[in-house]
């Protein structure tokens, strides 16, 4: 399963912990990501995923952003992977919860 691959990757990578799902005790600093869309076309998958990084503040939330980013694009030496492209990125904010968050898709083919 994809999710598990890019989430073992990103724990060996990021600086703070991922998350697949929201923690109820959730750290000041994370990041959660998810699949938001997948296809797949003479047996290669890929798909989109949402990757939102929180922190204490806009400074903090853009920053994390960027670490993520290049350990993104560092997963494409992994064999399971064949090609990444980030999609956008873009301040996400939570209005309702009031928490900082930046949130990159990126639109990456697996086997």
């Known amino acids: 399963m994809i999710e598990i691959t890019i989430k073992q990757f990103l724990d060996g990578q990021m600086s703070v912990p991922v998350f697949l799902e929201k923690q109820s005790n959730s750290p000041k600093r ?8 997948g296809t797949k076309k003479n047996h290669i998958k890929s ?4 990757f939102q990084s929180y922190a204490e503040s806009m400074y903090e939330a853009a920053t994390l952003n960027e670490e993520l980013k ?4 560092n997963m494409i030496q992994l064999d399971e992977i064949s090609n990444i492209s980030l999609n956008s990125d873009y301040n996400f904010t ?12 990126f639109d990456i083919t697996y086997y």
């Open 70 to 73: 290049e350990a993104i694009e």
């Open 94 to 105: 939570d209005t309702e919860t009031k928490q900082y968050r930046y949130q990159a898709l």
């Open 30 to 37: 994370f990041i959660l990501f998810e699949k938001t869309s």
């Open 47 to 50: 798909g989109t995923f949402a």
